[in-house]
């Protein structure tokens, strides 16, 4: 189908012509000379930015810890809004519809951006479309804990008895569509084993029964995980990480395991609005680039468990690009949904 143009009325009066040009540039001079200012007196005052999860989680850690490095350096406030609810739907939603100007951010993971395309039918906001990253910051990689008393001591030995005994096995998370449900549904689907999802409101709960041995198995983030490993609440089976984890040493990964090819390792950073001028943006990833050089930072990091990623733009949007297609894809064959 043809598209029709509109063309402008052509005026016969040349000064009336040359008049009208010479107002209209006069009216964008300001225009084009507005947003270099704007960028180059950026950040003119404070920096909000939003978890979208209540205090305490990953979510609130990493964007606490980066936000009070960038005051330092910045020399304006950067704050932290914790705006949870519905998951992390509101406070993602809310930044995606904020003014695209660098003073509104939103502290991004995996979750939020990769997981939420394949969990939700109905998402308010486009997680490659509305966000563009700011940077990276951390890397968390995930354990495969369970029960003390749990016959089955390997993952290859768990498995062989889902296998065996088809919907037997129970594994707890702290939710519905969090990284412990997505990243356990998913490896049992591509182990091609049926274990029972018991989900519980936080994580907390679910170790508390499984401490009681009222669940079996529990994937979580592996800072929280080895705490309750070393003091001898549960036992490790494998992580998910892509190599072994220094921080658990000894614990083989789902692959060397015998497991199926499955890695899981959640990622944290500063998104901004999509049609930030690309001035401000530019800003902002240096600042954020020379927040992750201080050793002060990088120690609370890795004291955490977490792994400090030095990703130039290119490759974190990159590494956003993969994860969020690859992450819907597995989701949607596991046929996870959260309504």
Known sequence: MKTKMRLAPVFSSAPFALARAAR????????????????????????????????GGGFDFVGRVMADKLTSIIGVPVTVENRPGSGTLVGSD???????????????????????????????????????????????GYTIVSRKSLQQKTLAEVLAFARHNPGKLTYGSGGNGTGQHVGMAILANLAHVDMVHVPYKGAQAAYQDMIGDRI????????????????????????????????????????????????????????APA?????????????????????????????????????????????????????????????????
């Not at 540039?25 to 979208?52: E, T, Y």
């Not at 600042?287 to 004291?303: C, G, H, N, S, V």
């Open 216 to 271: 079996d198995l529990m994937l979580d983030n592996t800072s929280t995980a080895r705490g309750f490993v070393a003091n001898g609440q549960v036992r490790a089976i494998a992580v998910t990480n892509h190599d072994a984890d220094p921080t658990m040493p000894g614990l083989p990964t789902v692959r060397a395991a015998k497991g199926p090819n499955f890695e899981l390792e959640s990622w944290f950073g500063y998104f």
């Open 275 to 339: 049609k930030t001028p690309p001035q401000v943006l530019t800003r902002l990833r240096a600042m954020f680039a020379r927040a992750l050089t201080y050793p002060d930072l990088i120690d609370r990091f890795e004291k955490s468990g977490g792994r400090v990623l030095t990703l130039s733009p290119a490759e974190t949007e990159a590494l956003v690009q993969n994860d969020t297609v690859r992450w819907t894809r597995l989701i949607r064959d596991a046929k996870l949904r959260v309504e």
């Open 94 to 140: 809310a930044v995606a519809k904020a003014a695209p100007d660098g003073y509104t951010l939103l502290v991004g993971g995996l979750p939020n951006i990769g997981f939420n395309p394949g969990l939700y039918t109905k998402l308010p906001y486009d997680s490659l479309r509305d966000f563009v990253p700011v940077g990276l910051a951390v890397s968390y």
């Open 24 to 55: 209209l540039l006069c009216l964008a001079a300001p225009l084009a000379i507005a947003v270099p200012a704007q960028a180059q007196d950026f950040p003119a005052h404070s920096i909000k930015v939003v978890v979208p999860q209540p205090p």
